[in-house]
């Protein structure tokens, strides 16, 4: 027979290591489900605040900074409405805070963009009569107005409002009169060409157009001519003509300040001995726009030779 003090002593040694084992596992493994659970639960976080009601109603056209022609003064205006959302107005301000209200439109009907169907309204009235039919008023040229759409939420209790968007009517354009029209076409058509390249009708193309000429005496037989102009003119090219009974001669000029062209004309000594010294003289600008020559207008001298006095001996 075995001796059982011997039997003893192997049995603690088997057992040892799955003792060991044990605490290991216990210290590695996570607790199961049969684990103690807490007794407190924690506090659910407060749900979100509902977000304030909004319109969802899609602006279609026009899009935002429109022109519209100035004889255009009801444009249709069209956007999409939601479901259960039904349309109100749209309203026409003055600002971009649409506190200044200036009209509104509430006769809805289908309007087409982009080849599909959506509501559109172009009825602008400012209020209602006492039938409760709208007054309506077309829109100005040379403003700008914005404008959204008013909806009734489900409930119909309430408003609800979309994006604003601007659009602008823009202004008449200024027609030229009949006196501009007249002198754009004065010297072309109607008369013997003495007024062509005249005033006004030089400057519509040539951007040049005289003031005034004079001329004024330096001594006996000098004198001094000045032509004023407005315009941009190139004195390298320009003259002033002088003629009488003598023949024709020119004077180049030269800048005498600011929009002058200045010279100095010395009688030649045929014209000297003219019994009557009738001369005519006339400016001939050369424009640096086009290169048109703009004539001023023609100015006629008579000059006399200064009567000298004998002197006077006061012995």
């Not at 039997?7 to 605490?23: E, K, N, Q, S, Y």
């Not at 058509?189 to 330096?218: E, W």
Request: proline share 5%; with cysteine.
């Amino acid at each position: 027979m075995d001796n059982p003090a011997s039997t003893a002593r192997h049995a603690r040694r088997l057992a040892a290591p799955f003792a060991l084992v044990a605490v290991v596992v216990l210290l590695v493994l996570p607790a199961h489900s049969w684990a103690t659970e807490p007794t407190a639960t924690s506090t659910p976080a407060p749900a979100a605040a509902a977000p304030a009601p909004t319109s969802t109603a899609t602006l279609v056209d026009p899009a935002e900074g429109t022109h519209f022609d100035h004889l255009e003064l009801a444009p249709m205006l069209q956007f999409d409405p939601v479901k259960d959302q039904t349309p109100k107005w749209i309203l026409l301000a003055s600002d971009a805070g649409m506190t200044q209200t200036v009209r509104y439109c509430r006769q809805f009907v289908w309007a087409t963009f982009g080849g599909a169907y959506h509501w559109g309204c172009n009825k602008w009235a400012t209020g209602a009569d006492q039938f409760g039919n709208d007054q309506l008023l077309a829109l100005e040229p040379g403003k700008v107005y914005y404008w959204q759409v008013v909806t009734k939420d489900a409930a119909g209790t309430g408003e609800l409002k979309t994006a604003v968007r601007s659009f602008a009517i823009d202004a008449e354009p200024t027609q030229a009169s009949v006196g501009a029209i007249s002198d754009q076409v004065h010297g072309t058509a109607f008369d013997d060409g003495t007024q062509l390249n005249l005033g006004a009708a030089a400057f519509v193309n040539s951007k040049v157009r005289t003031t005034g000429i004079a001329s004024s005496r330096l001594s006996t037989y000098a004198f001094r001519i000045r032509a004023t102009h407005v315009g941009l003119v190139d004195y390298t090219r320009s003259y002033i003509k002088v003629t009488s009974a003598a023949g024709t001669h020119y004077l180049k000029v030269a800048s005498a300040g600011k929009l002058t062209a200045g010279t100095v004309w010395r009688l030649t000594a045929s014209e000297r001995r003219l019994r009557t010294k009738r001369f005519t003289y006339q400016a001939f600008l050369r424009s640096k726009h086009n290169g048109a020559m703009v004539r001023s207008q023609l100015r006629v001298v008579l000059i006399r030779t200064p009567v000298s006095h004998p002197q006077v001996n006061p012995d």
